[in-house]
């Protein structure tokens, strides 16, 4: 059998387990352990055309709010109370987070346009993501998991 990546004991991609992965990258990383993972990976495919549940990293009550995001073919919204809201383009460029290449979630010309989000692509079907306020210094504000 072979080794599945780890970051530590509870933070480990399990390739056979997409949930499994999810339910770690929520739960089971530190904040450090996220943020080596998301350093080490690519931008990988730019979701078009499907719905990815949305996962806020060790705080389950802001999923009562935010259910993930709907996209389309370089665009997305995001799910709020079950509504498709706050509308945002989707492109590959460079991350605050280290200057690599990341799926972009650009919120630029409508009411979130001091917020932008990152992902990258953890195996198929499961991002990590970060979350921006950029109306000054780029700020890290929250990190999410998608699961498509």
Not at 82 to 101: E, I, K, N
Request: proline share 8%.
């Amino acid at each position: 059998m072979l080794a599945q990546p780890s970051f530590g004991p509870a933070c480990t991609i399990n390739a056979g387990n997409p949930a499994a992965t999810v339910n770690d990258l929520r739960f089971g990383c530190s904040d450090a352990q996220y943020e080596a993972l998301f350093r080490s990976l690519s931008p990988g495919s730019v979701p078009a055309n499907v719905t990815a549940q949305g996962y806020v990293r060790n705080n389950p009550a802001a999923e009562l709010v935010w259910q993930g995001k709907v996209f389309g073919s370089g665009t997305v919204q995001n799910r709020v109370l079950g509504q498709q809201v706050f509308p945002a383009s989707v492109y590959v460029g460079p991350s605050y987070t280290d200057g690599a290449p990341a799926v972009i979630i650009d919120y630029a010309g409508g009411p979130l346009g001091f917020i932008r989000d990152e992902i990258r692509e953890v195996q198929p079907g499961v991002y990590a993501g970060y979350v921006y306020e950029h109306s000054g210094t780029p700020q890290r504000v929250a990190a999410f998991v998608l699961a498509l």
